[in-house]
C-alpha cells in the first residue's frame, strides 16, 4: 500500500488541508460528496448525467486508487470544502480532476488554491513530468483555473488520451513550467506522510 500524505497550506483565511483518506474517512464524508456531486450546478460540469449514490462514490474512489491514482479530501476549518485526484498517473504524467463542493465557494480563488496543493503534490512527491486536465466545453471556470495555472490546450494524440470525453478540451502542463511559475506559492505549501 503506497504511504499517505496530508498537504497543508497555511492561510491567515485558515489552513487548506488536503488528505489522501482512509476508509472511515471517506466513509464518513461519502454523503457530503454525493451532494455536491449531484448538486444541478456541479453535476453537469464534472460530466455526470445520472444521480450518484455514496456507493458510486466509494467505488470511484476505489476505482481511482486500484489503477495507482491519489484521492484527496480537502478541508478548510475542520470542514470539508472539496476533493481532488490524480488519476491515470502513468509514464511520468497523470491527470487533475477537482470540485469545490459548495457552488456558493466557487469562483473565489478555492479552485485554484487546491488545484496548486495538488500540482505540488504531483511534481515534488510523485515527480511527474506533466499534468492533464480534462475539460468539458461548457465548464470555462475550471478552463480559467487551469489557464491561470500555466495550461495550454494540447490536441496531440497524448493528450488528446487524456479526454474523459470525445469533446472535452485537454490542458497540460510541464513540471518545469510549474515549478517555476509557482516557487512562491510552493515554499508556503508543507507536505508530510500522514
Known sequence: MPLRYCITWPSPTGALVALEPRAEELAEHAGALTTAYNDPHNAPLLGHTELMTLDD????????????????????AGGLVADADLRHVAGGA??????????????????TRIAIMIHAFAFTVL???????SVIPSNTASR???????????????????????????????RAAFLRSHALQLAEIEIAVR
Do not use: C, W
Request: no cysteine; charged share 20%; net charge negative.
Open 57 to 76: 462514490v466509494v467505488a470511484h474512489y476505489a476505482a481511482v486508487a486500484g489503477a495507482g491514482g491519489r484521492n484527496f479530501l480537502v478541508f478548510r
Open 94 to 111: 497523470a491527470e487533475l480532476a477537482f470540485m469545490v463542493a459548495a457552488v456558493t465557494a466557487q469562483g473565489r480563488g478555492l479552485g
Open 127 to 133: 515527480e511527474l513530468d506533466r499534468v492533464y486536465a
Open 144 to 174: 480559467r483555473v487551469f489557464e491561470k495555472l500555466g495550461y495550454a490546450t494540447d490536441t496531440s494524440d497524448a493528450g488528446r488520451a487524456y479526454a474523459d470525453e470525445p469533446g472535452d478540451i485537454v490542458l497540460v502542463i510541464e
